[in-house]
Nanobody, 121 residues
Framework: VQLQASGGGLVEAGGSLRLSCAAS????????MGWYRQAPGKQRDLVAA???????NYADSVKGRFTIARDNAKNTVYLQMNSLKPEDTAVYYC????????????????WGQGTQVTVSS
């Protein structure tokens, strides 16, 4: 299983960015998909998640500003980030849950490589 994230960059406060993450390699598809972020010296925290039926969950700090969506046909998850703030600066990681063929098909979380988002004040 591989997850390829893209779309990070440098933006001024108040601006927008859209992250994409394409997942591949799971013959049974992917269950929950989501985005996490990790700022320097801090733990990795959930930003937003979406089930394969479209139910979403957001961190309180991004509600009303970020929108998560997915295209199940493409196994791709998106994160539209609007009204960005300097405190949104972090490395953003995509994650996807899928059955692990090496562990009797038990669900396992897979991670993308991370993409840097920097918001200047």
């Amino acid at each position: 299983v591989q997850l390829q994230a893209s779309g990070g960059g440098l933006v001024e406060a108040g601006g927008s960015l859209r992250l994409s993450c394409a997942a591949s390699g799971s013959i049974f598809g992917f269950h929950d998909m989501g985005w996490y972020r990790q700022a320097p010296g801090k733990q990795r925290d959930l930003v937003a998640a979406i089930t394969n039926s479209g139910t979403t969950n957001y961190a309180d700090s991004v509600k009303g500003r970020f929108t998560i969506a997915r295209d199940n046909a493409k196994n791709t998850v998106y994160l539209q980030m609007n009204s960005l703030k300097p405190e949104d600066t972090a490395v953003y990681y995509c994650a996807a849950d899928a059955p692990d063929r090496t562990a009797d098909w038990a669900p396992r979380r897979y991670w993308g490589q991370g993409t840097q988002v920097t918001v200047s004040s």
